[in-house]
Each structure stands twice: as C-alpha cells, then as structure tokens.
C-alpha cells in the first residue's frame, strides 16, 4: 500500500460514513488492455545488500522498462530501488464479503459500520473480462482515464487466472465444512440457508471429491469424516437436514476441531480446504482470533489446507471471519439469499476449488518522472513491506482458476509529463511444486488521456464507481470523487447499455445510501492530499 496516504487513511476512517451494496461475485464483462512476460525464479534479482530487491526497473529514478511494440513489458534486472514512496505492494486479495455484508445491511435501512467497508472487496465483487492466460499463471492488465481536476487520474490493475473446464480434469477436492449451529443461527437467513446451500453443493461435486462435516456451538461435534462423494450423496444430505441449532458459538472448538478432520483426511495431490460457515459471533471459548490463528496457521503450512468463510446473518462479525481467513491463506464472502447461495455453491465453489496460485503478492512501481503522487484505494489489510515481495516465507494470498483481482489507484501525474507512468508485477508460487513465477505489465501517460466517465469506459466506470461508493461510505476524500446521486446515476446508465441486474442492484445500493445518509457535504473532487503527505 502506498505510505503516504496512511495518515490519510485513518483520517477516512475517522470521519462519519454512508451505506454501500450490490450482489457478489458477478460482473460487467467488459474488457481492458496490456499484460507482460513471465520470468522464472532465476530472474531474481538481489539488491546491494544481499536482500532480494523489489520489483522495480534498472535505474534509481523509478524509471520503467520500454515497452514492446504490444504493450508488454520486457523482462527486467532490477538492480536499484526508487524512493519507498514510489512502490506499493500488496498481498492479492478475492474476499468480496464486505460488499455483501454492506448490501444486506442497506436492505434493511441501516448504513454499514464504516470499519466493515473495505473498497477492494467492493471492487471484486464485480468480475472485468480480463485477457485470460493460457497456462495456469496470471495475465496482467493496466489502463486508466483522467478523473477529476489538476492532473488526477485512475489506474487500474488487472490480474486474471485461467477459468476451470468443468468438463475437464481438475484435482480432486477435500473439503471439511464446519458449521455454525449455535442459537444465533436459528434466525432466518442463517442455519436454514446454510443448510439450502450444503445440499447444493453435494449435488455439484465431483465422484472422487471428499467432504467432511464438523457442527459447533458450545461445544464441536464430527458429524462425517471426509468422506469421497460417489457412493455417499445420500448419507452427506441426511447429515445436513439433520443440523439444528442449539447453545452458545464456540468458534474455537468448531474451527479446531474442522482443521483435525481436514488434517486426518488429508489427500496428498488434492485441494484441501476448511470451509467455514457461521455468523461469526464468538462467545465461549476463545472469542478472539488470537488462538485459532496460531492453529489455522501451523496447519496452513504444512499441509497446504486454506480457509474459506462464507458469512450469514444480519448481525456478522466480518473483522472477526476476515482475520482467520487472511491468515488461513483463503477468502470470504457472505451470502444472504438463495440466489447468493447458489452462485457461491453452484458456480464458484466446484469451480474455484482449483487453485492457480499460492502466496501471491503484486507490487506496482510509478515512475518519479511522470507521477507527482498516488493513492491505492483499499488493501489496507493487505499490505506487504516492499522488500518482502520477493520473499517467498512472507505470506501472499491464494487465488483459484477463473478469478480476477482489481486494484484501483488515484494518481497524480506532473503537468506536461510523457512517458511511463508505473510498471505492475505480480509473482506467485505454483501450488504443487512452489516454484516462483512473475509477470509484469506497464502503462504509460498516453492511456490516460481520456476521460473516465467519457463514452467507451464502461468496464473501468463500474471499477469507479464501486471504489468511489466504498471510499464515500468511509468518509473519503478521493480525487475526482462524484456525489452518491451522480454515481448512482452512471451505474444505471451502464446497467442500461449492458443489461446487468447487478450492477442495477449497484445503482438502487447507492441511492439507498444516499437516502440513508441525507443531506452531506459533497467532496469538491479537487483531491488534494493533506499537509502530512511526503509530496506536499
């Protein structure tokens, strides 16, 4: 993440918020441009010091590689690293819960807790159609438009993975499901759905995939040990429409216990993973995620055995979930309808199950030449030292076939400049041998010549407009920022040229923010970062 907007950060989250929205996991498929070349760990670089460097282009300045006449750029010895302030790097990140949880609380009148709001989980939750690689790594796309006034513009990032063929060979599955069935669970919307969207998934799995079920409330209880599919159907749906609800939530035990089953049932070659399914309202046991962090992360490493939390109920403790998955190398998301239910269970799941990257990190390099300043929009939570981005102990984000990562920045550009404006690499290891992989991406001040909200830009407008919707509910002050009207505004009018029920949904999340909030002081959208920046 960008240092110098910290302060400004915490300043965002200080001030007082409106309401956010919109489905999860869907998208305008509307595309974008550029990608690069991929270098194998050979191509490491070292810095003066002995540490591996950041990845950055040859030349102190922040200069990038020349670009190929597609767009690509060539491989590159990064032997100096610019100024700190002119990288960003990050672990990837697919949750999207926070923009689930956000659209259920706006439907039922409340404005989100502004801690809950995390943009790039807003951003997520819509799929651009990005090149897709051929092989199993990333493709890598950069553009971007002016916004606003003195010299704002956006930049967008793009990483896609290579969707599953669900006809197709793909590992094998094992998958230990730990079930919140404690009181809280009994309103509506929580045990019943989770119960609606287990007998889903049985149905979508695959013969020779394994599933295990551990129920929880007070206390943890093995319901069935990992068990192959194909002869068991039956036995696993008498198993689930037998859940009901009982005591206190002891997430704890749940969790503990959900990772002995997935270690005792552990199938070496296969995905393996915890999914957890609860409101995530800890009070018994350890109620912090201290303890169970230390559990998820010894088994993480040497089994190779990811989270997955998928969150339900109008009370959610979204920080609490969004901590045990980060550190269970997984992700989150929150359903509330069966709609939402069967998009999660029917056709993510089986598919993502795949994984195509582990410990995946992005870091991204403006140019001091032609860049005065930048802001990335989220990833707080996400952020990795510079100098760790090639230091594979340090943990990444594990991202499946088919995904798609977004990251939005606020750049500013030096009046008159030409040239680079920032270089994006992305490295990864390969699930099943762990060797390191990069590829990279440039782009430069010709791609943002135009106007983001001008015609021909509706892929990167929804990217806008779901960042700018999250930052407003923060309290932000992003450059180039519309009021809630005018963004509501221009998601209907892409739902309209598109035919897009979710991003329609977008438009009516927005208004009802609006309505929520009432009468505010708009941003001016001049964007100007506060005195403590490092370039004021």
């Known amino acids: 993440m960008a240092r110098q907007d910290k302060a400004a950060a915490g300043r965002r989250r200080a001030r007082f918020s409106a309401t956010v929205a919109a489905l999860l996991a869907a998208g305008l498929a509307v595309g974008g441009c550029g990608a690069g070349g991929e270098r194998s760990s050979a191509d490491r670089a070292k810095g003066g010091d002995g540490r591996t460097a950041p990845a950055v282009p040859d030349g102190g300045a922040g200069t990038v590689a020349p670009e190929d006449a597609d767009g690509a750029a060539r491989d590159r010895q990064p032997s100096a690293r610019p100024a700190p302030d002119y990288l960003s790097t990050f672990a990837l990140d697919v949750d999207t819960a ?33 090149p897709r690689p051929e092989d199993n790594g990333f493709s890598v796309t950069l553009d971007g438009a002016r916004a606003g006034q003195d010299g704002w513009s956006l930049v967008r990032v793009g990483l896609a993975t290579r969707a599953a063929d669900r006809s197709g060979e793909r590992p094998p599955a094992a998958l230990t499901f730990v079930v919140d069935v404690s009181g809280s669970m009994a309103e509506p919307g929580r045990l019943d759905l989770v119960k609606e969207s287990l007998g889903l998934l049985a149905d979508e799995l695959r013969d020779d995939d394994s599933i295990g079920l551990v129920t929880f409330s007070d206390q943890a209880e093995t319901r069935l040990p990992l068990t192959r599919v194909g002869d068991a159907r039956g036995r696993i749906r008498e198993v689930v429409d037998s859940l009901a609800t009982s005591s206190s939530t002891n997430v704890e035990a749940g969790v503990r216990t959900g990772y002995d089953v997935a270690v005792e049932g552990h199938r070496e070659g296969a995905t393996n993973r915890v999914v957890l399914l609860s409101d995530a309202l800890a009070n018994t046991g350890a109620t912090g995620a201290g303890t169970i962090l230390e559990r998820i992360d010894a088994e993480r490493k040497r089994y190779g055995i990811t989270l997955f939390g998928v969150g339900v109920g109008s009370d959610y403790g979204d920080a609490f979930m969004e901590q045990l998955a980060d550190r269970g190398d997984g992700q989150t998301t929150y359903v509330s309808t069966s709609a939402q239910a069967r998009k999660v269970f029917v056709d993510q799941l089986p598919a993502h199950v795949e994984l195509r990257a582990r410990d995946a990190k992005a870091q991204v390099s403006f140019d001091r030449r032609t860049v005065e300043r930048f802001r990335l929009i989220g990833y707080e939570n996400r952020e990795v030292a510079d100098e760790d981005f090639r230091n594979d102990r340090v943990d990444g984000g594990e991202v499946g076939a088919g995904h798609t990562v977004t990251a939005l920045y606020a750049v500013r550009t030096r009046s008159g400049a030409t040239g680079p404006v920032a270089t994006a690499t992305v490295r990864w290891l390969d699930p099943a041998t762990r060797a390191p992989h990069e590829r990279s991406g440039s782009v430069g001040t010709a791609a943002l010549s135009g106007d983001v909200w001008g015609g021909g830009h509706d892929s990167l407008q929804l990217t806008a407009i779901t960042a700018y919707f999250a930052d407003a509910l ?32 977008l438009a009516e999340a927005v208004r009802q923010a609006d309505r929520l909030r009432g009468p505010v002081e708009e941003p001016t959208g001049e964007g100007e970062l506060k005195s403590g920046d490092p370039y004021s």
């Open 98 to 130: 926070s923009y689930g949880y956000a659209r259920r609380t706006l439907s039922e009148g409340r404005l989100p807790d502004p801690a809950t709001v995390r943009p790039e989980e807003f951003v997520n939750s819509f799929r651009p159609d990005y």
């Open 474 to 505: 923060r309290g932000g002050d992003l450059p180039g920022a519309p009021g809630l009207p005018v963004l509501a505004e221009r998601a209907e009018s892409i739902a309209g040229r598109s035919g897009s029920a979710v991003v329609r949904e």
